[in-house]
Nanobody, 127 residues
């Protein structure tokens, strides 16, 4: 059983930045791909980014949704089961509840076949 604890959501002005964090309860680095989804009101939950690494000494493999490329950066703390999502140049379309997710493979995660979900953190974009 893996528990995911998220932090870092909040209110930001258009063009601003936020950094989300997701801490896994176990050493998930070599077992799970970790990533982020988001769900805006009245819309489906969609994939945002995923990061996976073979071991804590390897460079991670990272994938982004098209809307996240160039603005969002996924990373992880070396030696820890904590993933981060740095979000820059935020616009009103980015407002949503952001969920951390873990799956047994990157392909499953990107396909929405998630094994574990975080509780979600609200990101609000407003001037």
């Amino acid at each position: 059983q893996v528990q995911l604890a998220e932090s870092g959501g909040g209110l930001v002005q258009p063009g601003g930045s936020l950094r989300l964090s997701c801490a896994a309860s176990v050493d998930a680095a070599a077992t799970y791909a970790m990533g982020w989804f988001r769900q805006a009101p009245g819309k489906e939950r969609v994939f945002v980014a995923a990061i996976t690494w073979r071991d804590r000494w390897s460079n991670p493999t990272i994938y982004y949704a098209d809307f996240a490329k160039g603005r969002f950066t996924a990373s992880r703390d070396n030696g820890k089961s904590t993933a981060h999502l740095q979000m820059n140049s935020l616009n009103p379309e980015d407002a949503a509840v952001y969920y951390c997710a873990a799956a047994s493979s990157l392909a499953r995660l990107r396909g929405g076949q998630v094994d574990y979900w975080g509780q979600g953190t609200q990101v609000t974009i407003s001037s």
